[in-house]
């Protein structure tokens, strides 16, 4: 499977995917009117009435730093199904990210977009405890994602977020997650957008070369979980506040830049040019 690569400036962003697959278009708050005159949907982002989606994650070389922006995140119901499952998964997509160059223990920050799930921000062990998944990274997070997951209560009849609950709180224990602010500069031509309409803190990372310019680029999150969100309006199914999560997606596309989805299929960007999306070449 090959590997969606990005310049900017002198910073290389590589998307490594685990498995594309197709998904009930519910599972992202739309059903098949909602894109069924959509030209473009087929054959990348749509597969008869489903949509396709990507369990992948992006890697970024910025300025002697390498980055994993949201890795394999919003897959735990499948990847964390059983114990056997899991650690099959865990050690399956560690296996795929060294194929393609980026060992987990390469890797120096994991930064997120928000919180859901746990994806592979940590591993679980066979004694239930929790650890890093890259082992020599920090994570960060919004500082408002934070202070919201934090004020969350466990869910001690609900197993995905038990375990969101408990590996969080265990990298939190550990002192290894830190937290930006809106506007924050990341790294050289990355920088954070606090935005929040998807939930509290949820961030839009934007890059730009180094040496200054327009963005390139913006990783939009789960603004949009699927490319066809960009033309199917306001969708209440997945953001508490639909229509700031519209204008804010908007407003992020209307230049043609670069959009980065974490949990778009194979090439996982492209960009929306008047109401048809292209995608990344």
Not at 35 to 43: G, I, N, S
């Amino acid at each position: 499977m090959s590997d969606t690569v990005i310049h900017i400036g002198d910073a290389v962003l590589t998307r490594v995917c685990y498995i594309d697959v197709a998904i009930p278009s519910e599972i992202a708050g739309l059903v098949p009117a909602d894109f069924a005159d959509v030209a473009w949907r087929f054959p990348l982002w749509a597969e008869g009435e489903q949509l396709r989606a990507g369990a992948a994650a992006w890697f970024a070389d910025i300025a002697g730093t390498r980055f994993v922006f949201d890795p394999v995140q919003a897959a735990d119901g499948v990847l964390r199904a059983d114990a056997v499952s899991e650690a099959a998964q865990q050690d399956a997509i560690a296996q795929r990210f060294s194929e393609s160059g980026f060992g987990v223990e390469t890797v120096d920050r994991v930064v997120m977009t928000h919180i859901e799930g746990v994806g592979m921000v940590a591993r679980h062990h066979a004694d239930g405890s929790w650890s890093r998944y890259f082992p020599n990274a920090r994570i960060s997070v919004s500082a408002t994602a934070l202070e919201a997951f934090l004020a969350t209560p466990s869910e001690p009849d609900n197993p995905l977020a038990t375990a969101q609950f408990v590996a969080w709180h265990a990298l939190i224990a550990a002192g290894v997650v830190d937290t930006f602010d809106d506007g924050e500069t990341i790294a050289p031509g990355l920088v954070a957008e606090v935005v929040g309409a998807h939930c509290p803190g949820h961030s839009l990372l934007h890059f730009s070369p180094a040496s200054g310019g327009d963005t390139a680029a913006s990783m939009i999150g789960h603004l949009a979980i699927s490319p066809l969100h960009l033309v199917t309006g306001e969708c209440p199914q997945q953001h508490p506040e639909p229509a700031r999560a519209e204008a804010a997606l908007q407003r992020t596309a209307a230049d043609g830049r670069l959009l980065i989805g974490p949990l778009w299929p194979t090439p996982g960007c492209g960009s929306l040019r008047g109401d048809a999306f292209e995608a990344y070449a």
